[in-house]
């Protein structure tokens, strides 16, 4: 019976060893850095639409001589959805992106550019441009229509223009997007 305890304590003194060893092996830290990113494609998310409607899309912009500018002109923006009325309790809303703002003159004599960039935008009396959206927009239910819509006011203002005998042009183009 002396030899069994003996052996029983190899045993046990063993397993003990196993054990601590593998408690350090457990022990050691292990990090890794992954990068993550996601793409998220917004036209899926809900199966509605938006649509933008101007009062009109090409208008003259009076030239004001006491001013030396082009007189401002105020332009109704009508938003369109098929979110029918029976959802704007989910809080639908819209955002307005300017994706481009274009204006130049050119001389009436040799056709060079004299002047760029004299337009400035504003919605709803708010500066509107490429770093300045419109956002968070609130739809509203329509008693026109099943639908919800909105509208805005789309202000086009004049820099002064620096010299006479111009050919003065420009183009405006905004986007409209659903948001929640």
């Not at 009062?55 to 912009?61: A, R, S, T």
């Not at 050119?106 to 419109?134: C, K, M, Y």
């Not at 004049?158 to 997007?177: D, V």
């Amino acid at each position: 019976m002396t030899d069994y305890f003996p052996m029983m304590m190899k045993k046990i003194m063993y397993g003990g060893l196993l054990l601590t060893s593998l408690t350090s092996a457990h022990a050691q830290q292990l990090t890794e850095s992954f990068k993550v990113s996601t793409f998220i494609d917004k036209s899926k998310i809900y199966p509605y639409s938006i649509e933008l409607q101007p009062e009109i899309n090409d208008f003259i912009l009076r030239y004001d001589e006491s001013l030396r500018a082009f007189k401002n002109r105020d332009i109704n923006l009508f938003i369109k959805t098929d979110i029918p009325n029976s959802e704007a309790s989910l809080g639908f809303g819209y955002n307005l992106n300017l994706l481009e703002n274009l204006s130049q003159c050119r001389s009436s004599i040799d056709d060079s550019v004299t002047q760029e960039g004299f337009i400035r935008l504003f919605i709803d009396n708010v500066l509107f441009d490429e770093s300045t959206p419109a956002a968070d927009l609130k739809l509203s239910t329509s008693p026109d229509s099943e639908t919800l819509s909105g509208q805005n006011r789309l202000t086009v203002s004049s820099l002064p223009i620096e010299q006479i005998m111009q050919i003065c042009s420009g183009t405006i183009n905004i986007e409209g997007e659903l948001s929640l």
